[in-house]
């Protein structure tokens, strides 16, 4: 369909799972893409995935932990594309299925560097190439936000993003600028191929547990789940829609 022929899209975290597939989808609709991850191999992997679709891309190995990395990158997406249309703040790490007893400051400051801080510095560091022409900012929240045991510090995380989503809604609105939290559930790649026992384990419960609380009882996929509402919300279809949680749980959410 070509939504975002000649538009720049950025992806952070595209190695794999949701990020990856959401940089093919727009690679599909005709986009430029930017995209960042810390593992080379996988990120060349969906380069070239992207490239295939016709895309121009810019890959780049970058920790969104590191602000040196990520005006890097920024400035590198500056002078090979000039402008930013999308920005899809996917990349983060967490603890989870831990009692917070036994959480430490190590475990908080990882969900917050990685997710608050990333998310804050890339908005930041894009601006002055948004605010010309308007655009589009994807963040990532989660219902885990209103609280869920053994997630804490990813909670905390996450309610702080889907706060500064909301405040700054409020103003770069005046800049056609329109800021939106995704809110999936998805089984990635990420999910399925991992061999830490201990991972495996943490995935059997979430997978049983989706089963049994989706209405759909059944598992989701990001390229067919997620991505087509990360499409819309990046999309002049949505261009009426700011400071708003877009829910892709297959119901999930129905139980909060």
Not at 56 to 81: G, P, R, W, Y
Not at 127 to 142: A, D
Not at 232 to 246: I, K, L, N, P, Y
Request: hydrophobic share 45%; glycine share 6%; charged share 20%.
């Amino acid at each position: 369909m070509n939504r975002f022929k000649n538009k720049t899209v950025i992806v952070t975290g595209a190695s794999s799972g949701i990020g990856k597939q959401t940089a093919i989808g727009f690679a599909k609709e005709g986009a430029n893409l930017a995209i960042c991850a810390r593992r080379e191999a996988k990120l060349k992997e969906t380069a070239a995935l992207c490239e295939a679709e016709g895309a121009s891309v810019l890959a780049m190995i970058c920790d969104v932990t590191k602000k040196d990395q990520l005006t890097t990158f920024v400035n590198a997406i500056h002078e090979k594309f000039g402008t930013v249309d999308v920005l899809v703040n996917n990349a983060a790490s967490a603890n989870v299925m831990i009692p917070f007893i036994q959480q430490s400051e190590n475990d908080l400051n990882m969900a917050l560097q990685s997710e608050v801080f990333a998310t804050w510095n890339m908005m930041q560091l894009c601006y002055p190439l948004m605010k010309e022409n308007g655009g589009s900012v994807i963040n990532f929240g989660s219902n885990a936000a209103q609280g869920i045991p053994g997630y804490a510090s990813y909670s905390a995380a996450k309610a702080a993003i889907m706060a500064l989503t909301r405040s700054v809604a409020k103003e770069w609105g005046a800049d056609n600028i329109k800021i939106n939290n995704m809110i999936p559930v998805a089984i990635t790649d990420t999910n399925r191929e991992s061999t830490d026992p201990n991972y495996q384990k943490i995935n059997e419960v979430m997978y049983e547990a989706i089963i049994a609380q989706s209405p759909f009882h059944r598992l989701s996929n990001p390229e067919e789940d997620i991505v087509p509402v990360i499409l819309f919300m990046a999309s002049d279809e949505s261009r009426w829609m700011t400071g708003q949680d877009f829910h892709a749980e297959g119901g999930l959410d129905i139980h909060f």
